[in-house]
C-alpha cells in the first residue's frame, strides 16, 4: 500500500467520522454560571452533574483533546492537591460565557491563553494558567514528586516544571496568577 492510498484512506476515515458524529458536536451539557461558581447540567434530563466553588480553585489548566479532524479546547479546575480536574470544554453550552466571567473572577486574558493552547494543533498543550501547578508524577517511573519537584528520588531523572503561559504584554505583567488569600 503506497503512501499517498494510507494518506487518503486515513483522511477519509476522519472525514466520515467527523460527518456521521456531528450529533456528538452538539451541546448537551450547560455550563451554568453562579455568584460563587458554576454547575455543569445535564441538558436532557435536566439534572445537575457537577458543582465548584470559586473559592475551591487552587489550579486552572487548558488543554485540547484531539477529536480527529478539530482540537476539543478544555478547561480545568483543581479543588483538592490532588491530579483530579473538574472539567468544561468547548462544546458546551455558555462556554464563551465562562471564559469571559474568567477574566472577572480570575483576571485571565481568556485570548491570550486561547492562542498558546491552539498551536500546534492534534497536541496537548496542557498549560497552567491560573494558580499553583502540582508537579506531575515522573514520566520513567511515576513517582509521586510533591515532595521533591527538581529531581526524582525514586530514578535520578530531572523533572521538567508543567508549562507555564509566557508573561503578557498586560499591566498584570504575567497571566499566571497566584492563588487568592482565604
Not at 14 to 23: D, N, Q, S, Y
Not at 100 to 119: G, K, M, N
Not at 143 to 152: E, N, T, V
Request: glycine share 4%; proline share 10%.
Amino acid at each position: 500500500m503506497s503512501l499517498l492510498t494510507r494518506l487518503i484512506s486515513s483522511l477519509g476515515w476522519r472525514l466520515r467520522f467527523a460527518v456521521t458524529h456531528r450529533a456528538a458536536l452538539d451541546p448537551t451539557q450547560r455550563i451554568q454560571l453562579l455568584p460563587d461558581g458554576l454547575e455543569i447540567i445535564d441538558i436532557w434530563n435536566r439534572k445537575i452533574s457537577g458543582h465548584l466553588c470559586w473559592r475551591d480553585v487552587k489550579e486552572i489548566i487548558t488543554y485540547k483533546i484531539d477529536a480527529y479532524i478539530t482540537d476539543t479546547i478544555c478547561i480545568g479546575f483543581r479543588t483538592r492537591d490532588e491530579h483530579d480536574y473538574f472539567g468544561v470544554h468547548e462544546n458546551m453550552e455558555n462556554w464563551n460565557l465562562l471564559c469571559d466571567h474568567l477574566r472577572s473572577e480570575f483576571s485571565i486574558d481568556w485570548p491570550t491563553c486561547y492562542a498558546h493552547i491552539v498551536h500546534p494543533p492534534f497536541a496537548t498543550n496542557r498549560t497552567t494558567i491560573w494558580g499553583t501547578p502540582l508537579p506531575l508524577p515522573c514520566p520513567k517511573c511515576n513517582y509521586d514528586l510533591r515532595g521533591s519537584p527538581r529531581i526524582c528520588p525514586e530514578c535520578g531523572r530531572p523533572v521538567d516544571p508543567p508549562a507555564l503561559l509566557p508573561p503578557s504584554n498586560e499591566q498584570s505583567g504575567s497571566i499566571v496568577h497566584p492563588p487568592r488569600p482565604r
